[in-house]
């Protein structure tokens, strides 16, 4: 059976040692990273089996990464280590599904009894899709959105727990004037089913023609997917503010019903092909 793995993101290269250690002596297979920037890039394109990750980290804290990775890993079991604990904190980890919340400094049982625990029941603390869910078709929608502008928002959605649909994953860019089509066409190389950028609009602090210019990308964007079979519906635009939550929500339960509408219309095809 091959080793379980746990990725450990925090700034003080001595914890990351230390758990390392301790870990490691328990058979599994151990990963650290003091940058919570890159260690955040490390935890969505690798797949482990559980994340331990540090509060207060300078460049991004353990909140703010936690809110970003539940966008693209719902479900990633993930716990925390502080050395500045509060009530706020401990709540908010809570409510973003963390299975514990360890104080330091702490004993190697501290930290390997929860971990064996949630690893011998197989729990799953933060509740991605239901079976019923899963029996159904989700469409797979990569959003692109920009830091300063929409990202607040989505995040806004989350933390009033404005419903939209499971299936939706972000990457954050500094303004959709940037993005590339050939992104876009990577996107849908790797399976996804819909595009939504969540364009700056007259928001934007980098160009006064953010909503032109990345108008001119998603139009250049579908005539190339035309080229490439792919329907250019499967790519949509939008400007998102950073308090536009119901809209980011409502925007994201319309596209995965035209993408659900899509994927039938493509099934009857397929059917009358065969007949």
């Not at 079976?131 to 692109?144: A, D, G, R, S, T």
């Not at 860019?173 to 993005?179: A, D, L, N, R």
């Not at 790797?190 to 602090?205: N, R």
């Amino acid at each position: 059976m091959e080793a379980l793995s746990i990725l450990v993101i925090d700034d003080e290269p001595v914890v990351c040692e230390s758990c390392h250690r301790i870990l490691s002596l328990e058979d599994y297979n151990v990963d650290t990273n003091t940058n919570p920037i890159s260690g955040y890039d490390q935890a969505i394109t690798n797949n482990y089996d559980l994340i331990i990750l540090d509060l207060v980290m300078k460049g991004m804290d353990g909140i703010q990464l936690l809110k970003k990775l539940r966008h693209i890993k719902s479900d990633m079991p993930v716990m925390i280590i502080t050395g500045y604990p509060s009530k706020e904190t401990k709540e908010e980890s809570e409510s973003l599904g963390v299975l514990n919340y360890i104080l330091k400094p702490f004993q190697p049982w501290e930290i390997v009894d929860p971990i064996k625990s949630f690893f011998k029941q197989s729990i799953t603390p933060f509740k991605g899709l239901t079976h019923k869910e899963k029996e159904e078709f989700q469409p797979n929608i990569l959003v692109f959105s920009t830091d300063k502008i929409s990202d607040p928002g989505i995040d806004l959605a989350g933390l009033l727990k404005i419903h939209y649909p499971p299936s939706v994953y972000t990457i954050s860019v500094p303004c959709s004037s940037g993005i590339k089509p050939r992104w876009i066409l990577h996107a849908f190389e790797k399976g996804f089913d819909g595009v939504f950028i969540a364009a700056d609009g007259s928001d934007c602090p980098y160009s006064p023609t953010c909503t032109q210019r990345t108008g001119e990308i998603v139009s250049n964007t579908q005539n190339l997917m035309k080229q490439k079979g792919i329907k250019p519906e499967r790519l949509k635009m939008a400007a998102i503010c950073s308090v536009c939550a119901e809209a980011f929500a409502k925007y994201m339960k319309r596209f995965s019903t035209e993408l659900i509408e899509l994927e039938k219309i493509k099934e009857l095809n397929r059917i009358s092909s065969q007949n």
